[in-house]
């Protein structure tokens, strides 16, 4: 948490002040840490003033605001998704997120999310299957070698131990710079040239494709008994990846329910087929894995308490730092019912040097 | 809008450029020019992805996002009511706001609007007033002289040529101050007693108070035929000014129904009660006022149209400005798809000066 300051600043953390926290932290201990933060706040669950997000839906893709709080913080995050992006250079999701104090509504930080969202994807994902995985689990399978890929590699290293990877995406040039990427880092990786190659052997299969539409990443011939699945690509209307008849051999955890059933895996289920609310597995009020033979499934969207999570564990970790730039972002007049004034009192001082 | 740049980074326009883009321009003219593009959003109402504003509520006030797009641009602002703040001193409302680009779901500008909520509250009162209120109106009365009262003074000045004000707030140095700050800009003005006393004569009364409770500022003996009512203070829900009596006389014009069903005065009356949207009388669909004698009521509470269409405004007076600052928000790749190796070479630079 920043020195008190000026009412009228509100500290950015940029994406290059990220990048060096991140740096600084160590990309694995950075993952661990935010994880504590995510698992914390779904144990607080449901204290939280919890919705699903606000999407407003284009031709090409869709802007998301991702708004929860404690009653104590709260936080939003604008998210956009556009596949095509990539043509022109551009990410296909790009975020940023504000933390403010409840008491009072004023904004605490804005951040860059966008690297901040891949991290904590990556650790939610690990935090799952860390309750849901089968024990012992050492091989993944990462399908989908994009964005997000090497954070799910280094966040299943970091919380579970898994050394060994087999990563398959459409496009090898894909797999080929997740596997560079991940050089040096600790795993031991093959690269696959099917789906069905990458998920022999592995006790985790990990789905992180990007198309926005129904997809069939995985069929039902492909998962044997005892995997544990962590499905993170589909996570929008008419984006999906895994075939329906997988789901109906699983067990299956979600984050938000309202929000799942609209953009999860489970769109392919009736609204009434039934999940397991992940927060209650880490509460204990619900069981996570019960056998070895039963396949898990964690169908992720992505939720705004993670983001919340991930806010919080920023502003933590400014505290003491300098990697953050100050905005003036809030007006602050003299006299806070004064707004007009302080125009005519910034009229009456001399033109400043911009 | 501002040249073509990096796609990293995202014009920021803080409370400082803000306040200087105004002196610049001149209050008035701002106003003015904002009020065409309000209007001209109101005209395009029916293309508009609307949805009523997303609030989260706590003990002492309310956190708001409020999203809204035309199929081409897309805008959310932030803001927050706490009318305990100014004990603290800090700013009752306070917000800020994002405008982006639908395509790519990239943002175009980070603005404060704590100021630009402010007149583009004002210049849509006004332009309510243009279309309700009686013709040749000179004389308002401004009941609660608190942050929003200089705007709206100045708007009804710039847009309808009121020339006369009558000021009332239940705290004496509250009028004082805005009279003291409306000096010297053209209008004739006269502090009062009482509210009865303000609406003596008036054509126009606006009622912009802030407490965050049912209150009658006005009651129905206070209400001459003829008048036009510019409701502002009434904007969540148990916050109200009027007497139900008066909303029953009156024919009411709102924003967005959804939203002032909940929010505005006629969360008094029952949901089905017949009220006019704005929309349609701007567009001709509707009648505005249609005798000397009709009271109307411009039941205002906010929508994010509005938001929209100052966010447009500034985004288009950046063009050839350098009344912003650059950020570097968005995370940009060389490749888009290899965020994490943006890290690796961010790790392989040497260490900036920070």
Chains 1, 2 share one sequence.
């Not at 069929?219 to 008994?225: A, F, K, Q, S, Y």
Request: with cysteine; aromatic share 8%; hydrophobic share 40%.
């Amino acid at each position: 948490m920043p020195a008190e300051q000026n009412l009228n600043i509100v500290p950015f953390v940029s994406v290059e002040n990220m990048m060096d926290l991140v740096l600084a932290t160590g990309a694995e201990t950075f993952l661990r840490e935010l994880a504590t933060y995510v698992e914390e706040d779904f144990r607080r669950w449901e204290l939280f003033d919890k919705v699903a997000r606000i999407a407003s839906h284009s031709r090409d893709g869709v802007i998301e605001l991702m708004p929860a709080s404690d009653g104590q913080l709260y936080a939003f995050k604008y998210v956009n998704g556009h596949p095509k992006n990539t043509r022109s250079g551009r990410q296909t999701v790009t975020a940023f997120g504000v933390l403010s104090d409840v008491d009072s509504g004023y904004p605490l930080l804005l951040s860059e999310m966008t690297i901040l969202t891949a991290l904590r994807t990556a650790a939610t994902s690990a935090i799952a299957a860390k309750y849901l995985a089968p024990k012992g689990a050492k091989t993944m399978a990462l399908i989908g070698n994009g964005a997000q890929s090497e954070f799910q590699a280094l966040a299943f290293k970091a919380l579970l131990g898994i050394d060994n990877l087999r990563l398959y995406d459409l496009d090898p040039s894909a797999t080929e710079r997740c596997r560079n990427n991940l050089a040096g880092l600790g795993l031991t990786i093959t690269a696959c040239r099917s789906a069905e190659e990458a998920v022999e052997g592995a006790h985790i299969i990990t789905t992180a494709t990007a198309d926005k539409r129904n997809a069939t990443i995985l069929t039902d011939n492909m998962i044997g008994p005892g995997v544990h699945i962590n499905a993170v690509g589909g996570d929008s209307p008419g984006k999906t990846e895994l075939h329906r008849d997988i789901l109906l051999r699983s067990s299956i955890f979600v984050e938000y329910p309202p929000q799942t059933r609209v953009e999860g895996e489970i769109q392919q289920l009736p609204a009434d087929y039934p999940v397991t609310e992940f927060w209650q597995v880490v509460t204990g009020q619900k069981t996570g894995r019960d056998s070895d033979g039963q396949i898990t499934l964690f169908d992720s969207v992505g939720f705004a308490t993670e983001d919340f999570s991930a806010l919080r564990y920023i502003y933590d970790r400014l505290r003491g730092s300098n990697r953050f730039e100050n905005l003036d972002l809030v007006a602050d007049p003299d006299e806070p019912r004064d707004l007009f004034g302080m125009l005519l009192r910034r009229a009456a001082q001399p033109a400043t040097s911009k």
